[in-house]
């Protein structure tokens, strides 16, 4: 007799009615998962025969590896801070380990060399771009990679988790024209990387609609600059009128604040801000800092998510998430005109 076919988390997951990640999830043990939803994976997995100690194709797993590594370019600012600490957890509830890898100051260092010796169940990319003949190495070796708030457009076929970033920025564009304010100024950072430019698009989209005809300037910044004094000088040197000012994330959001406090202007009297990342340290601001809220822990989870699917289905399309943001709204933006 022929030997029966062997039965998928695919499988599984069409059963029961939920995505491969849910149907993961449950048969894990990991995850916010309701007992209803839980329960009906488990019973089609019992129907259906899934082995659960064995691979797709019904090799062992014996040898497989449960540690993800997460790769980055650096680890000295919070939003890697922010990251570590989201795809720490993320992967502990799905049952795996987690590696640290860092991007070295090297011409002649390549990271995925180090990887291929570990051979981890897969790779978390963050703040790096990896090149084309970098991802085709990773694929010969049968490691899945997702791209965590990709820098550019991907070379080559490989998953992603972003967020929403031009909504984002229309989000605080909406929120700052809407409370009056006739002149505005865009903080971005450089290199101009793809999110920057997302959100620099669709902040100048909700002003075009919502305050057409306002002045709206550009401040390019390294992203590490702490300090903007300058920048707040030239644009308050002729024009005394409030402004509306949205960074392109929360460290140059908190660099207006310190050159807004060398010049003696008042936050949000003189200057309304809004940020995007919303870092902890946000809350924390005097005043508090209006963000757009960048959700880490659902981008980490979703990553890793990815990263277990192209393992159960190696087969499968490269996944493009973007997650959505959202608008917090604290003091350092003045109230709504209407």
């Not at 040197?237 to 604040?257: M, N, T």
């Not at 880490?296 to 990553?303: G, K, P, S």
């Amino acid at each position: 007799m022929p030997d029966a076919p062997i039965v998928t988390l695919r499988d599984v997951a069409a059963r029961a009615g939920v995505s491969i990640s849910t149907a993961s999830r449950a048969l894990s043990g990991g995850g916010d998962l309701g007992s209803a939803t839980r329960s009906r994976v488990l019973t089609a997995a019992t129907e259906l025969g899934y082995d659960r100690g064995s691979s797709p194709r019904g090799r062992p797993r014996s040898g497989d590896s449960r540690m993800i590594e997460l790769i980055l370019g650096f680890v000295e600012d919070e939003w890697t801070d922010t990251v570590t600490t989201a795809v720490r957890r993320a992967a502990f509830a799905h049952g795996y380990d987690l590696g640290l890898t860092l991007e070295r100051d090297d011409a002649a260092d390549d990271w995925p060399v180090r990887v291929a010796v570990r051979r981890p169940a897969g790779v978390i990319l963050g703040l790096i771009r990896p090149t084309r003949a970098q991802l085709l190495r990773l694929r010969e070796l049968a490691i899945p990679a997702v791209l965590l708030d990709p820098l550019s457009d991907p070379e080559g076929e490989v998953a992603s988790v972003g967020t929403t970033d031009w909504q984002g920025g229309y989000d605080a564009g909406e929120h700052l024209a809407g409370t009056g304010l006739q002149r505005f100024a865009v903080v971005l950072g450089t290199p101009r990387f793809r999110f920057g430019k997302a959100r620099e698009e669709g902040f100048r989209h909700a002003l075009d609609e919502r305050a057409p005809g306002a002045a709206v300037s550009r401040i390019d910044a390294d992203w590490n600059d702490t300090d903007l004094t300058a920048h707040l000088r030239a644009l308050f040197s002729s024009d005394r009128s409030p402004l509306g000012v949205f960074a392109a994330d929360d460290a140059l959001a908190l660099a207006i604040y310190s050159g807004a406090s060398r010049l003696s202007l008042r936050i949000p009297e003189d200057i309304s801000v809004v940020g995007f990342n919303d870092e902890p340290r946000c809350a924390l601001a005097v005043p508090p800092l209006t963000t757009v809220h960048q959700p880490f822990a659902e981008m980490a989870a979703r990553a890793v998510e990815l990263v277990h699917e192209q393992r159960v289905l190696p087969s499968g399309s490269f996944e493009r998430v973007e997650v959505p943001t959202r608008l917090v709204v604290r003091s350092s933006t003045r109230h709504s005109a209407s």
